[in-house]
DNA sequence: CTTGAACCTCTAGCGACTAGAGAGATTACA
DNA sequence: TGTAATCTCTCTAGTCGCTAGAGGTTCAAG
């Protein structure tokens, strides 16, 4: 049986945060003791190290939410599920690179030195330089 | 003069959103007309536009209240910002390729066909597989 | 039995908006 | 000039994933 804090200190979940899950749904103790206080058992050290782990890879809790919800024998769902994932990941990681280029190409346009042209303000308000993706 | 739909319409930025804008001081009206409706010129439209492409490269909105804030021709500062911010987004970058990288291993751990053991339950609740970067 | 740490619930705040209520202003057209 | 349609006003609350704090209670060690 641990205290909150002990699911805390070896997941390294925040209190408040287990506190937030469980307001949600996604974790339940396993009781709690006369004077009210959670107590879990190695279930719920599991399932929250699956939360934290899920988290870590960037999953939101709707979609960690149906991970947990669905039958674990349901290939289908959870393949969909992680491969909807990746697909948004790649999404996000073509967009920054996007601005990124765009960012490098302004900071290029001023060395920083003074007595000399700055562009970056206006290249910062003028779109029509860019590819348009924005 | 433009009333705040017609700079809206022009710039793209969603009517509650320049107001919302307006309560952070990113902008101000000209004026405002006998009825209490907001009236702006030129100068607002070319304000608008600046604070949607720089929201648009990603910067948060501090970042843009510092860059109008600033000494336009102070390249110091404004170099500073945009170096800054293109450092966090190339963090950004990194970490969600990092991602990337074990979402698409998950993934292939499981072909989605019936009949067939599926580790992507699994391999979510289990860290100790990972490049331990999270 | 006392102390101090851990725990409880509840509320509010972050960033960057978005949505909606209910009321008032403006504009286009007859 | 009237009226109807559209626009605008302020204000509040919701989104996501937490985090921080207030004010009070319980637990575990010495």
Redesign the interface.
């Known amino acids: 049986m641990f205290s909150i804090g002990q699911l805390s200190r070896r997941t390294g979940v925040k209190v408040p945060t287990i506190r937030y899950y469980e307001g949600l749904g996604l974790i339940v103790p396993e009781g709690r003791t006369e004077g009210n206080q959670r107590r879990y058992d190695k279930a719920g050290l ?1 399932r929250l ?2 939360i934290r ?2 988290r ?3 999953l939101p809790l709707e979609a960690i939410r149906e ?1 947990i919800m669905l039958d ?2 349901s ?2 769902d ?2 969909r599920i ?2 909807t ?2 697909a948004d ?2 999404k ?2 073509a967009r ?2 996007q ?2 280029a ?3 190409r ?2 290029q346009s ?1 060395d ?3 007595g ?1 042209e ?1 562009d ?2 206006a290249a ?4 029509g330089k ?1 590819d348009g993706a ?1």
């Open positions: 599991d190290a699956f782990h899920a870590a890879l960037g991970l674990p024998t290939h289908a959870t393949h992680a491969t994932h990746l990941v790649r996000r990681i920054l690179r601005l990124e765009e960012l490098a302004i900071v001023c920083g030195g003074p000399h700055c970056i303000l910062l308000g003028d779109h860019c924005h």
